[in-house]
């Protein structure tokens, strides 16, 4: 059974950052498409990043792009947000998601983790 477990989360200045991990177990990831999604209340979830595993490309929202930065550890089985100059509207409850390439639909979350960046 697939299992996505998010860590790193936190409070940091505007300006700051942070890094946010994902340990994935269950199965190989090779086919998969690895991400992290945001949401605050009231709102849906949001797309910020995306990584494809086998191949490594890389896919990013336009509101973080220059700014933040997924990665992959193929070793230990994790997924990586690098977060750098964070502002406040990146407040949100960070998720990592899975979903197999070919399907369409994300199968696959973890518990989220809560980025709050003050003024």
């Known amino acids: 059974q697939v299992q996505l477990v998010e860590s790193g989360g ?3 200045q505007a300006g ?16 998969y498409v690895m991400a992290w999604f945001r949401q605050t209340p009231g709102k849906e979830r949001e797309f910020v990043a995306a990584v494809k595993w086998g191949e490594g490309s ?3 929202a336009d509101s973080v792009k220059g700014r933040f ?6 070793v230990k089985n ?9 502002k406040p509207e990146d407040t949100a ?16 979350w ?4 809560q980025v709050t960046v003050s003024p």
């Not at 930065?69 to 193929?74: A, F, K, Q, V, W």
């Not at 994790?78 to 964070?86: G, P």
């Open 110 to 113: 973890g518990q989220g983790t």
């Open 69 to 74: 930065t997924i990665s992959r550890d193929n």
């Open 58 to 60: 890389t896919y990013y």
């Open 10 to 12: 936190g409070l940091v």
């Open 78 to 86: 994790m997924v990586f947000l690098q977060m750098n100059s964070l």
């Open 16 to 31: 700051g950052s942070l890094r946010l991990s994902c340990a994935a177990s269950g199965r190989t990831f090779s086919n």
């Open 93 to 108: 409850v960070y998720y990592c998601g899975a979903r197999p390439i070919a399907i369409n639909e994300w199968k696959y």
